[in-house]
């Protein structure tokens, strides 16, 4: 079955550039998550869209912006990296009207960005 | 405030045994709760989940129990395999709020064979 894809799966920069990941929802998804997870550390909720808008938003910073296509592929642009960016970031999919008693969420395997 | 957290943060069991993962949340207004499983480079793969109006549910060799009294979940896992060796983080959600999932801390299971 078709799975969340994320690209790129690793990703080196130095500091002050930018970067951008890109996340591929399931077929006829049409909510998408951003998470950022630290070393050893829980994933935190960055931004969402459903139906290409914004629907929620947490701890993302002034420097990330985000946006969902019409292709409801998501991409997550991050400038001015710091090093504290450093991080594996998620997406996930889900499908709102489905997001009844089993509200999944389907986490990619994520992009590894190395801050340098 | 929205916060979920774990009592332990690591728990070591051998090959059979069963585990029993805990998780505290703080927020009376949550009435939904996911456990994730996390193995190392990979992305959160759902085990199970319960809504706030009940108090257990069964899956294939785990358990989910809800104590909404005193802001408990746990994850029980039956006949615990190496397989079950990863991070287990429970997470949050507030029906008819924001979408977000929070995430608590992980706990990391490790099964000695």
């Known amino acids: 079955a078709a799975g969340v894809i994320q690209s790129p799966r690793h990703l080196i920069k130095e500091k002050r550039e930018t970067a951008t990941l890109k996340c591929y929802p399931i077929?006829?998804?049409?909510?998408v998550y951003w998470y950022q997870q630290g070393p050893g550390q829980d994933p935190q909720f960055l931004i969402s869209?459903?139906?290409?808008?914004?629907?929620d938003k947490g701890s993302i910073p002034d420097r990330f912006s985000a946006q969902q296509f019409s292709d409801y592929h998501s991409e997550l642009n991050m400038s001015s990296l710091e090093l504290g960016d450093s991080a594996l970031y998620f997406c996930?999919?889900?499908?709102?009207?489905?997001?009844?008693?089993?509200?999944?969420?389907?986490f990619g395997e994520g992009s590894r960005l190395t801050v340098l | 405030g929205e916060s979920v957290g774990l009592h332990l943060p690591t728990l070591s069991v051998q090959e059979g045994d069963n585990s029993i993962i805990n998780c505290a949340y703080s927020n009376s207004a949550s009435d939904y709760f996911i456990w994730y499983k996390q193995e190392s480079g990979k992305g959160p793969q759902f085990i199970i989940d319960i809504r706030s109006n009940m108090d257990k549910r069964q899956g294939q060799r785990v358990t989910v129990l809800l104590n909404k009294t005193v802001k408990h979940l746990s994850l029980q896992i039956a006949a615990t395999q190496p397989g079950d060796s990863a991070v287990y983080f429970c997470a949050e959600n507030i029906r008819g709020g924001s979408e977000k999932l929070v995430f608590g801390k992980g706990t990391k299971l490790t099964v000695n064979p």
């Open positions: 077929p006829r998804h049409d909510t």
């Open positions: 996930a999919s889900s499908l709102r009207e489905f997001r009844g008693p089993s509200g999944e969420l389907f």
């Open positions: 869209f459903y139906e290409k808008m914004q629907s």
